[in-house]
């Protein structure tokens, strides 16, 4: 999982919205305790929607709070959402 693209794009978006630098985000950081709030949730969660190309809802980040739990969800969803899938 380390190899997908989706984590440091994510960290950088993180790194953007929470104004902290990039390198106190691990993929394994606990978003919710660099100060994440429901506002910055939905902010995220949409700037994700437009990456994937699919709606993300912004509960996404309290139900997998860190950067691997969201993007192996966020690819599973992208697998059951693929025609044929």
């Known amino acids: 999982m380390t ?11 993180l790194a953007r919205l929470l104004d902290v630098p990039t390198d106190r985000i691990a993929a394994d950081t606990q978003i ?5 709030d429901s506002l910055a949730a939905v902010r995220l969660c949409g700037t994700i929607s437009e990456k994937v190309g699919f709606d993300v809802d912004p509960m996404l980040v309290f139900d997998f709070p860190t950067i ?5 969800h966020l690819r599973g969803l992208a697998s059951a959402t693929e025609p044929n899938a």
Request: glycine share 4%; proline share 10%.
């Open 68 to 72: 691997d739990e969201m993007v192996t």
């Open 3 to 13: 190899d997908d693209p989706l984590i440091p794009w994510l960290r950088s978006e």
């Open 32 to 36: 919710l305790e660099l100060g994440l």
